[in-house]
């Protein structure tokens, strides 16, 4: 099992920054990607970024410019570094790994959620 822990939410005024961190732990034989969705109120969750094991990004079209994601291979851990932030990113921003255990093949694991709220 893979557990998924996200930190680094929080209140910021619209054009602040935050910076998202998450890290997987447990039996990890590898991980393949690790991303990051969000889903605000009354939305449906959309993926904002992810980053493959080889340092390749993807970013959704809202967030580039704005967000940067990287990633610590060495301690299985991903950050979202937020810029010029809007009250359109307010979402609870859910961390998502692609990961393989020393007994399963690859699954989706998720953590619990952290809420992002920009206030106008």
């Known amino acids: 099992q893979v557990q998924v822990v996200e930190s680094g939410g929080g209140l910021v005024q619209p054009g602040g920054s935050l910076m998202l961190s998450c890290a997987a732990s447990g039996s990890i034989f590898s991980i393949l990607l690790m991303g990051w969705y969000r889903q605000a109120p009354g939305k449906q969750r959309e993926s904002v970024a992810a980053i493959t094991s080889d340092g390749r990004t993807e970013y959704e079209d809202s967030v580039k410019g704005r967000f940067t994601i990287s990633s610590d291979n060495a301690k299985n851990t991903v950050y979202l570094q937020m810029n010029s932030l809007t009250p359109e990113d307010t979402a609870v921003y859910y961390c998502?790994?692609?990961?393989?255990?020393?007994?399963?093949?690859?699954?989706?694991?998720w953590g619990q959620g952290t809420q992002v709220t920009v206030s106008s």
């Open positions: 998502h790994v692609l990961a393989r255990t020393k007994i399963d093949g690859s699954r989706h694991y």
